[in-house]
């Protein structure tokens, strides 16, 4: 099960740190995603860690703003420099093998949680 946490509500130039914790299992060998959606549009994903070798990916609108990291059994998402088109319901999802910003990828999602930016 993956828990996630953390959304909320903030002005644009803020921060915000969302954090998916597994139950039940364990991250080893896992790719975990965040992948966010907003009305009417396709799940889209915007960093992935690879828990096997530690490494990152991350679409090009989040890429040095937002920062993958894992602790344990817990994954964060810091959120820095958040614009108003990252407003979102965000999610957490992994799956054995490699990482992935494709989220037909993912079997296992937590529920999401909201991000909204003020401009």
């Known amino acids: 099960q993956l828990q996630a946490s953390g959304g909320g509500l903030v002005q644009a130039g803020g921060s915000l740190r969302l954090s998916c914790a597994a139950s039940?299992?364990?991250?080893?060998?896992?790719?975990i995603a965040w992948f966010r959606q907003t009305a009417g549009k396709e799940r889209e994903g915007v960093a992935c860690?690879?828990?096997?070798?530690?490494k990152t990916y991350y679409d090009g609108s989040v890429k040095g703003r937002f920062i993958i990291s894992r602790d344990k059994n817990t994954v964060h998402l810091q959120m820095n420099s958040l614009k108003y088109d990252d407003t979102a319901v965000y999610y957490c999802?992994?799956?054995?093998?490699?990482?992935?910003?494709?989220?037909?990828?993912?079997?296992?999602w937590g529920q999401g949680t909201l991000v909204t930016v003020s401009s």
């Open positions: 999802a992994t799956d054995e093998g490699r990482c992935s910003l494709w989220y037909r990828t993912y079997g296992h």
């Open positions: 039940g299992f364990t991250l080893d060998n896992h790719a």
């Open positions: 860690i690879s828990t096997s070798d530690g």
